[in-house]
T-cell receptor, first 118, second 115 residues
């Protein structure tokens, strides 16, 4: 079945540094990928929609200059948390849909990245 | 704006017993409804979805859900739970069939299974 690979699965970084998270669709192409954020014991909140070859669409309240999204190919989207601070510590999950599958194709989620900023 | 409410934050159930997780949604048009399961530290797996047609939908792992428009509900059920069903369950509503287009998730229900 379709697989979305997210890397790294966990990362610890110092405050002020930047961290890049990769989301890859392994056996399908995705023109659109989605980035979610999940705080402990809370639900997923959509941060942005990553569009291949164009700018990402950010949800209200999400700082686009802080959370840089690049979707340079049909199988890879990256989320870079710039100048990370402890409050950015969270679980980041990406998801993607096989664009060739039409409207009924399911959404596939990565296994998430646990970011801890010290 | 669409919203999803899962009234139960935690549910504890004995292995072999039945399980029902509640989900209420608010959406102005025809809702596209989903249930996902998340194991600790993992991403989400789609259990089932409702787009139209038969209001009782069957999913994977023995789960089913029933769409009740009059109650704005989409409750998830399983007749007999297994220890491996212990996880967090999320109900979600989407603006279109395309799973992931602006999905709004409920707060989640954590299911604990007693031996």
């Amino acid at each position: 079945g379709a697989v979305v690979s997210q890397h790294p699965s966990w990362v610890i970084c110092k405050s002020g540094t930047s961290v890049k998270i990769e989301c890859r669709s392994l056996d399908f192409q995705a023109t659109t990928m989605f980035w979610y954020r999940q705080f402990p014991k809370q639900s997923l909140m959509l941060m942005a929609t990553s569009n291949e070859g164009s700018k990402a669409t950010y949800e209200q309240g999400v700082e686009k200059d802080k959370f840089l999204i690049n979707h340079a190919s049909l199988t890879l989207s990256t989320l870079t948390v710039t100048s990370a601070h402890p409050e950015d510590s969270s679980f980041y999950i990406c998801s993607a849909r096989d664009w060739a599958g039409g409207d009924n194709s399911p959404l596939h989620f990565g296994n998430g990245t646990r970011l801890t900023v010290t | 704006a669409q919203s999803v409410t899962q009234p139960d934050i935690h549910i504890t159930v004995s292995e072999g017993a039945s399980l029902e997780l509640r989900c209420n949604y608010s959406y102005g048009a025809t809702p596209y409804l989903f249930w996902y399961v998340q194991s600790p530290g993992q991403g989400l797996q789609l259990l089932l979805k409702y787009f139209s047609g038969d209001t009782l939908v069957q999913g994977i792992k023995g789960f089913e859900a029933e769409f009740k428009r009059s109650q704005s509900s989409f409750n998830l059920r399983k007749p007999s739970v297994h220890w491996s069903d212990a996880a967090e369950y999320f109900c979600a509503v989407g603006a279109s069939k395309a799973a992931g287009n602006k999905l709004t998730f409920g707060g989640g229900t954590r299911v604990l299974v007693k031996p």
